[in-house]
C-alpha cells in the first residue's frame, strides 16, 4: 500500500516539480539566525541584502474583514458570525473564482460487493477534514464543487459525534457500532463504526517542537492566503505551554529561518506580521530546512511536527519528486510528522496537499475563514498535533448468511488490501487526542433484493457462516501507540439481531447520515435514488449547534444550485 501510495503521490507532485529548469542552487538557501536580523520579502532575505534589514512597510489601512460564507449563506448565518467574530461583515457580493488551475485526485464511488465472493472490507481511518472546508467554499462562491474534490469520509468525520468515552489511555479509542434504516432504499441498512479517541487534559499532554513552514510565494499574495495564514498561526501560538518551542521557517524564491524556537507568543506574532509574499516557489528547499530545524530541537517524548501552510503550488522545487516522498516518509519513521493546512484559492493544489500529510503521518485541513483556523489550530489543536494511536486500521467480516451485498460510503482512497491488515509494515492512518472517526456502510440484508441479481451458479451459504447466524459482522481494529513498533488488536461482533430492530436514523446516527448522503450527492453517487437536498436536510434536522446549522444551509445552496 506505501508503494502505491509513493505512486501516486509521485505522479501528483511532478506536477508541482514542472519548472525544476527553473530551480535554484544550494547557494540560494538561505537561514537567519534571528527574526531581527531578517524581514522576507518573498524573494530575498536581509543576509542577502548585506545584513541591512529592509525599512518595515508602512502600517496597512485598516478594513473590515470578509467572511467568506457570510454572503451566500445568509442573514442568519452572518448574524452567527458577528457574534462569534465582532470584526467580520458580511460582503454584498461574493465572487466566485475560476477552479481551473486547481488539481485533485478523486476517485471512483466504491463499486458494491457480494459478501460471499468479497465478505472482507479493510481501510485505513482517515482524520483528514479538509474536504469539507473546500466544499463549502465553493458552495459558498455560488458553485457547486468538482466531484474530485469531495471525499465523503472527511465531511462525516469534520463533525463530533456522541460516542462513548474510551475507558482509558490503555485503549485509546472507543469503539462504538449501530444499525438504521436506509432513508435512500428501504431495501437496505445503514452499518455505522465509530471510534472516539481519549481526551488529552491540557495540562499533562506532551510538549510540542512546532515548525510553521510557511509559503510566501507571490501567489501566497490574497487576502485568503498569507493574510490568513497570520491570522491561523497567531491562534495556534496563543495555545503554547512553557514547554513548546515554535520556530518559523518561509520560502519563496529563497528558504530562510525567520524564528528561532520558541514559546514567546509576542516574539512569534511579531514574526507573522513582518512577512510578506512574493517570488516563486522553492518549496522543496523550504521543507528540508524545516525538518533541519525540527531535528535539531527534537523533543524525545514529545510532538515533533511541522505545520505547512501554502496554496499548494510549489512550481519550482526537487528534479527527483520520488526523493522528496523518501524524505518525508523517513522523517516521519524518524520520529517528525507533518500536517498541511490549505489557503485560497484558483491555484490550489489539493491533490498534493492531501498526499504529503499522508505520507508524512499527519492530517489535511483547508482554511477558508479566520472561524476555520481557530476551529482546527485552536479549538482542536489537540486532536490536530497530539496522536495518541498510529497506523489504524479496520477490518470489517460480513456474514453472508446475514448480508448479502454491502459498500463503504467514502474512504476510497483508504483502501487497503486484505493482508494488509496484519502486516505492521504496511502505513495507516493515525488518530489524534479527542478525534473522532466514522465509517458507515450500506448493505442488504440477506434474502433481500439488492443492487445486483441473483448469479444463476452461485454457491450456497457456507456452513460455517450458518452456524454463527446470530453475528451480523465482526470488527477488527488494528493500532500501535504512538511510539509502538507492534500493533494491538481490538475485536468487536455485530449482533444480527439489529436487523430486525433496525428503525429509522436518529439524532447523531441521523445527522451522520444526511451528511454521508450530501457527500455521496455531490459526487454523483447514482445509487442514492434521487435523494434530494430537501430530504438531506430534512434528515439534518434542527440542530443548535452553529456548524451542523451551517451545513443546513450549505445543503439548501446546493439544492439551489443544482435546482432541485
Not at 495540562?203 to 495564514?229: C, E, H, Q, Y
Request: proline letters at 6%.
Amino acid at each position: 500500500m506505501r508503494f502505491a501510495r509513493t505512486v501516486a503521490a509521485t505522479s501528483m507532485i511532478a506536477l508541482m516539480a514542472g519548472c525544476a529548469a527553473q530551480q535554484r542552487s544550494a547557494e540560494d538557501v538561505t537561514e537567519a539566525k534571528t527574526a531581527d536580523q531578517v524581514v522576507v520579502t518573498g524573494e530575498r532575505t536581509a543576509q542577502e541584502a548585506g545584513n541591512v534589514p529592509p525599512p518595515p512597510p508602512p502600517p496597512p489601512v485598516a478594513a473590515p474583514r470578509s467572511h467568506p460564507q457570510a454572503a451566500v449563506l445568509g442573514g442568519a448565518y452572518a448574524s452567527k458570525v458577528r457574534m462569534a467574530h465582532p470584526g467580520y461583515h458580511v460582503p454584498p457580493v461574493m465572487v466566485a473564482t475560476d477552479p481551473g488551475r486547481e488539481r485533485y485526485d478523486g476517485k471512483e464511488v466504491s463499486p458494491v460487493k457480494l459478501t460471499q465472493a468479497e465478505p472482507v472490507s479493510t481501510f485505513s481511518v482517515d482524520v483528514d477534514t479538509g474536504a469539507y472546508a473546500n466544499t463549502r467554499r465553493f458552495l459558498s462562491q455560488g458553485r457547486m464543487p468538482p466531484r474530485d474534490a469531495v471525499r465523503t469520509e472527511e465531511l462525516i468525520n469534520y463533525f463530533r459525534y456522541d460516542y462513548a468515552r474510551p475507558e482509558s489511555s490503555g485503549t485509546p479509542f472507543s469503539v462504538n457500532t449501530d444499525l438504521a434504516l436506509t432513508p435512500w432504499n428501504e431495501q437496505t441498512r445503514l452499518l455505522r463504526i465509530g471510534l472516539r479517541g481519549y481526551d488529552l487534559d491540557r495540562d499533562t499532554r506532551p510538549p510540542a517542537n512546532l515548525v510553521f513552514l510557511m509559503d510566501v510565494s507571490g501567489s501566497m499574495n490574497r487576502a485568503d492566503k498569507l493574510p490568513l495564514v497570520k491570522t491561523a498561526l497567531a491562534g495556534l501560538a496563543g495555545e503554547l505551554q512553557k514547554r513548546d518551542r515554535v520556530s518559523i521557517v518561509v520560502y519563496a524564491g529563497a528558504a530562510g529561518l525567520v524564528l528561532e524556537p520558541t514559546n514567546d507568543e509576542r516574539k512569534i506574532k511579531a514574526a507573522l506580521e513582518r512577512l510578506q509574499a512574493g517570488g516563486s516557489t522553492a518549496g522543496a528547499a523550504g521543507l528540508k530546512l524545516a525538518y533541519n530545524i525540527a531535528r535539531d530541537n527534537m523533543i524525545e517524548g514529545g510532538v515533533n511536527r511541522i505545520l505547512i501552510a501554502t496554496d499548494g503550488d510549489f512550481n519550482v522545487g526537487m528534479s527527483d519528486t520520488k526523493s522528496l516522498i523518501e524524505m518525508i516518509e523517513r522523517e516521519r519513521d524518524n520520529g517528525i510528522t507533518l500536517t498541511t493546512l490549505g489557503f485560497g484559492t484558483g491555484n490550489y493544489n489539493e491533490a498534493m496537499m492531501e498526499q504529503i500529510a499522508d505520507h508524512g503521518n499527519g492530517n489535511y485541513a483547508y482554511i477558508d475563514s479566520a472561524l476555520e483556523a481557530r476551529k482546527v489550530l485552536v479549538e482542536q489543536m489537540s486532536s490536530t498535533l497530539f496522536t495518541i494511536a498510529k497506523d489504524v486500521k479496520i477490518q470489517v467480516e460480513f456474514n453472508p448468511a446475514q448480508v448479502s451485498q454491502y459498500r463503504l460510503l467514502g474512504y476510497e482512497n483508504r483502501a487497503l488490501r486484505e493482508e494488509d491488515f496484519d502486516n505492521d509494515k504496511v502505513d495507516a492512518g493515525d488518530i489524534g487526542a479527542g478525534h473522532q472517526v466514522t465509517a458507515i456502510y450500506e448493505i442488504v440484508p440477506a434474502g433481500v433484493k439488492g443492487w445486483i441479481a441473483p448469479r444463476r451458479y452461485q454457491d450456497k451459504v457456507p456452513d460455517a457462516a450458518l452456524r454463527k447466524s446470530g453475528e451480523l459482522a465482526h470488527v477488527k481494529l488494528r493500532y500501535k501507540l504512538p511510539n509502538g513498533k507492534t500493533s494491538r488488536l481490538i475485536e468487536r461482533t455485530v449482533p444480527a439481531s439489529l436487523i430486525q430492530r433496525a428503525a429509522r436514523p436518529t439524532g447523531d446516527f441521523a445527522f451522520a447520515t444526511a451528511v454521508a448522503a450530501f457527500g455521496q450527492t455531490l459526487r454523483g453517487d447514482e445509487m442514492m435514488n434521487d435523494f434530494s437536498a430537501e430530504d438531506i436536510a430534512r434528515l439534518a434536522g434542527k440542530n443548535g449547534n452553529f456548524w451542523r446549522q451551517e451545513f443546513v444551509r450549505l445543503v439548501g445552496v446546493a439544492g439551489s444550485l443544482k435546482g432541485g
